[in-house]
């Protein structure tokens, strides 16, 4: 028997290991963390207006919002905007 066979636990012996996320945890280090059950529209709702105000004056007077704002409409909306597309098939199976 070797140094390492002493710590081997035979198949009858092991547990199945529980799989759990680190989020989840409740001790001392997450006692302050606030967590709730609402929706994320529910969480924003009494706050909007104050969020939507400061989103527009950075959007006005921060350069980097600017940019990333720019960076947006150029890479991910493009410049015709979004708009819709319909594949449609007739009863044939032709495309309309």
């Keep these: 028997m070797g140094f ?3 710590f081997k636990r035979s198949p009858k012996q092991r547990r199945p290991r529980q799989r759990t996320y680190a989020g989840a945890n409740t001790g ?3 006692a302050d963390f606030m967590s709730s059950n609402r929706s994320a529209d529910a ?3 009494p ?7 400061r989103c527009r004056e950075l959007a006005r007077n921060d350069e980097y919002v600017r940019r990333f704002l720019n960076l947006m409409k150029t890479n ?3 410049e015709a905007g979004v708009s819709l597309q ?3 098939r007739d009863s ?3 495309r309309d």
Excluded: M, N, T, Y
């Design 4 to 6: 390492f066979d002493r």
């Design 28 to 30: 001392r280090l997450f």
């Design 43 to 45: 969480e924003i709702q």
């Design 47 to 53: 706050a909007l207006k104050r969020l939507r105000d």
């Design 76 to 78: 991910v909306i493009g």
């Design 86 to 88: 319909s594949a449609k």
């Design 92 to 94: 044939d199976g032709v």
